[in-house]
């Protein structure tokens, strides 16, 4: 196993740089996850620590080696694409066993690791199978095989999960993180589904055009995110924004909006007068008791069975509220809604920085 440190990486095609600087230290056996929209660099830095895009500036350190100028194979780490890449003529045992045989390993030993693999992977009952007979989640499957017989210091995955549907999406996360836990070893996870991460994540890496936006516990972010875009991106349904300016009078700190409607919000170092905009996620909605909440106009409203979601307006805002209980207003009709102030985010107007 090795832990991974990234110094003032760059990446430049020509004058267009799409990494911009990326320090980031992964611990030994950490389940470490990339995210971020398309286009942010996630991948792009994937491959740069696998060695497949060349390094423009800065280190790269797997372990104690500095390895900006080693071949991919020269890295000790393996890597799932979201392409599976199989070789279609083999079976799951010789797609196990190329890269041990590749490396001429005794005919025991490859066996050995194979059906180790296998064991740890459910796979024995598809050995003889060739990839056309497997389920996508079972190719998936065979593809983590044949990078496990490598016993690699790094895994790295690049959206592993993007190709199957979302039952076998959620199955194939446990199994992710179950075998994180049984191999310990460094895992570097690449996705743009912030469910993926923040269920399968010991640490989160939000990235946006080209830098880090924040790291930290999935916990952390979603509930100390550290500025708008890291506060909408995660979390689903996103937290809604809506926007005013901070009052401070006798009472506790209060937003008022555009359309004059007032709510309380949590303790804040805003001034009185600055433009602000207050974070709600959907599920810290609750029906206001008596004459304390503010007006929400109902819209659409979609029961899920377990849950019912209702979009309106607050203030001329789109707003996402989601219930635990099965509560059917009709839409045109009026609700009075309130927020715990200790839930709220509350972030500058100007800069979208959490204050």
Aim: net charge neutral; glycine share 10%.
């Amino acid at each position: 196993m090795a832990g991974l440190q990234i110094k003032k990486l760059v990446k430049s095609y020509g004058a267009m740089s799409v990494l911009h600087g990326i320090d980031l230290d992964v611990r030994d056996g950490e389940f470490l996850v990339l995210i971020g929209p398309s286009g942010c660099g996630k991948s792009t830095l994937l491959r740069m620590i696998a060695g497949l895009d060349d390094i423009s500036s800065g280190e790269l350190w797997i372990g104690d080696r500095l390895s900006n100028s080693l071949a991919p194979q020269q890295r000790n780490i393996s890597m799932v694409f979201q392409s599976y890449a199989l070789f279609p003529h083999m079976t799951t045992r010789k797609n196990i066993g190329f890269g041990p045989k590749i490396r001429r390993e005794a005919a025991p030993t490859i066996d050995a690791k194979v059906n180790k693999a296998a064991e740890t992977l459910n796979l024995h009952d598809y050995l003889d199978r060739l990839p056309r007979q497997l389920s996508g989640g079972q190719r998936q499957r065979v593809a983590m095989g044949r990078t496990i017989v490598r016993q690699p210091d790094l895994f790295l995955f690049d959206e592993p999960l993007s190709n199957l549907d979302a039952k076998l999406r959620v199955q194939m996360r446990t199994e992710l993180k179950a075998l994180h836990q049984q191999l310990k070893t460094t895992m570097v996870y690449v996705t743009h589904d912030q469910i993926e991460a923040m269920t399968m994540a010991d640490r989160i890496v939000v990235m946006n055009g080209g830098r880090i936006e924040q790291s930290g516990s999935p916990l952390e972010l979603y509930d100390r995110p550290v500025n708008k875009f890291v506060a909408g991106f995660l979390g689903s349904p996103a937290m809604n924004f809506i926007p005013g300016t901070l009052e401070r009078g006798d009472g506790a700190p209060r937003l008022r909006t555009a359309e004059d409607i007032t709510m309380p919000v949590g303790e804040t170092t805003a001034l009185s007068g600055q433009e602000i905009e207050i974070g709600i996620r959907p599920e810290h909605f609750r029906l206001a008791e008596g004459p304390e909440g503010f007006p929400y106009r109902v819209a659409v409203v979609e029961p899920t069975g377990s849950e019912t979601h209702i979009f309106g307006t607050v203030a001329g805002i789109g707003v996402r509220c989601v219930f635990r209980d099965r509560i059917a207003p009709e839409p045109g009709s009026q609700l009075m809604l309130s927020v715990d102030p200790a839930r709220m985010h509350v972030f500058d107007g100007a800069t979208g920085n959490r204050i």
